[in-house]
């Protein structure tokens, strides 16, 4: 998956509120922060940049990243 997902992609992941839409803004390829919380993003181990239909971000593993 972590090949297929670019910028500008709508995407879904699971939340603690059930599921959640929004799009990928970009990769992460260096350790970053989020809102206080670390990001431990490696050019190995690439996070994605997401963003909900509310505008808040996050970073998440192209695991837990499905298209919609």
């Known amino acids: 998956m972590a090949k297929t997902l670019k910028?500008?992609?709508?995407?879904?992941?699971?939340?603690?509120?059930?599921?959640?839409?929004?799009?990928?803004v970009g990769?992460?390829?260096?350790?970053?922060?989020?809102?206080?919380h670390k990001v431990a993003a490696s050019k190995a181990n690439p996070e994605f940049l997401v963003e909900t239909e509310e505008g808040k971000r996050a970073a998440h593993k192209p695991g837990a990243l499905r298209k919609s």
């Open 7 to 24: 910028s500008g992609d709508a995407v879904t992941w699971k939340s603690h509120g059930g599921t959640a839409h929004g799009k990928v």
């Open 27 to 36: 990769k992460l390829t260096e350790p970053t922060q989020i809102k206080g």
